[in-house]
């Protein structure tokens, strides 16, 4: 038995149909994901983002002072043990 082509037509048009109805709710799921992504999840990335860069330069300004301070503490007892040195001489 061979197909005609209006046999064939109504073949491709019955696979059309299903595969639009298989196809139209994954558009739609598609749509809503990409909305919930651009609408909430990009959004809250970039606060988190903002959050920790804001953080890193806190802590890195930090981290300087920091070198700064024990710099300075090693003077200042190398300074003390030179004074405590010379008052044990002088008493």
């Known amino acids: 038995m061979a197909l005609t082509n209006d046999d064939l037509l109504a073949i491709s048009q019955l696979l059309d149909t299903k595969l639009d109805a298989k196809i139209k709710p994954l ?16 959004p809250r990335l970039q606060n988190i983002e903002s ?7 806190r802590y ?3 981290a300087d002072q ?12 190398k300074i003390v043990q030179e004074h405590s ?4 001489e002088i008493s």
């Open 51 to 57: 959050c920790y860069t804001s953080t890193y330069r």
């Open 27 to 42: 558009t739609e799921d598609m749509k809503n994901i990409t909305l919930l992504l651009e609408q909430d999840v990009l």
């Open 66 to 77: 920091l070198d700064a301070l024990q710099a300075d503490m090693d003077i200042i007892k």
């Open 85 to 88: 040195e010379k008052l044990k």
């Open 60 to 62: 890195a300004s930090g």
